[in-house]
DNA sequence: CAAAATAACGCAATTAAGTTGCGTTTATTT
DNA sequence: AAATAAACGCAACTTAATTGCGTTATTTTG
């Protein structure tokens, strides 16, 4: 029982549980998903001051979305952005958050809207629905002011 | 007055009023965007039979944007969809439709979900909101069975 | 309506996100 | 400890998106 980390949680248990190899890397980057409420390979890179190659961040952020631990956030830009899974919301295969998500236009920061509560996800006939997001775009605090 | 369209519009007047030069390339990608309801750059580009130049393309619909015509529609992928701003909700600054959107993961089309409501605009604490997107994603019913 | 001004267009070159193959290293299983 | 499987790094590649610039089409003005 040696966990001493920001959260109190043991990650490389939480990638055992989910069928990760906990390698060092991995282990460093689902506690970063726990320090922010969103990532890009890009923002992930410079966390890890570049030591690491973008091929293996690319591969570990597939592997995290296949074993259900995060899942992609939709945005008007073309860069892609995960977000950590909630168990109580998600599943592997079905992922939903009960709020909005903002995202800021120009710094590229999400936030969590608890004020806007999405919708309950109900099926529609033919369609096999894997996501329902609720997204906010536009300039937050910092950047409207520039 | 000579319309000849499926939907009795006059675009090229359509473009004028949004101050938008009233080309013929322009004329027709308004009216794809009529029959369509989202567009990429590529399907463009395909519906063009490649006639029309790719970065005509993109500062064709990057105009239509600046001019209240299309907003961007947020995704999953690394690929920007347009779609046509609807008058009575959207606005050239702020964007927004009052039902959701499913994106197919497979065919890339997207369809209006009517029965999906999506929340009000309300104002955020510090926060500039632009537009207010619901976006469901999976597989639509023909990508679905394959 | 013709000239001047402005906006759109096409082409070539560039940037940057994301992908693939393969040999090597590290982790997991037996 | 040995065998198996997964992760990693590097180089090369693909493709979406952007930029500069000379040319053509549209719009504005006298
Ligand atoms: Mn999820
Ligand atoms: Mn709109
Ligand atoms: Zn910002
Ligand atoms: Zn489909």
Redesign the interface.
């Given at each position: 029982m040696k966990i001493k980390n920001d959260h109190n949680l043991d990650f490389a248990l939480i990638l055992a549980n989910h069928g990760v190899s906990k390698t060092k890397f991995r282990i460093n980057l689902l506690n970063l998903f726990y320090e922010k409420e969103s990532l890009t390979v890009k923002e992930v890179m410079n966390k890890f001051s570049n030591l690491i190659n973008k091929v293996t961040i690319y591969r570990a952020l597939v592997s995290f979305e296949e074993k259900g631990l995060i899942h992609?956030?939709?945005?008007?830009?073309?860069?892609?952005r995960y977000s950590l899974c909630n168990s109580d919301e998600c599943s592997a295969s079905l992922h939903k958050h009960n709020h909005?998500h903002?995202i800021c236009?120009n710094c590229n920061q999400t936030?969590c809207?608890e004020?806007?509560?999405?919708?309950d996800?109900?099926p529609?006939d033919?369609?096999?629905?894997?996501?329902?997001?609720?997204?906010?775009?536009?300039?937050?605090?910092d950047c409207?002011l520039n």
């Open positions: 992609k956030v939709p945005s008007s830009n073309n860069i892609i909005g903002f236009n936030f809207l004020n806007y509560k999405s919708p996800i109900k529609v033919g369609f096999y629905i894997n996501s329902l997001n609720l997204i906010l775009e536009g300039y937050c605090k409207h």
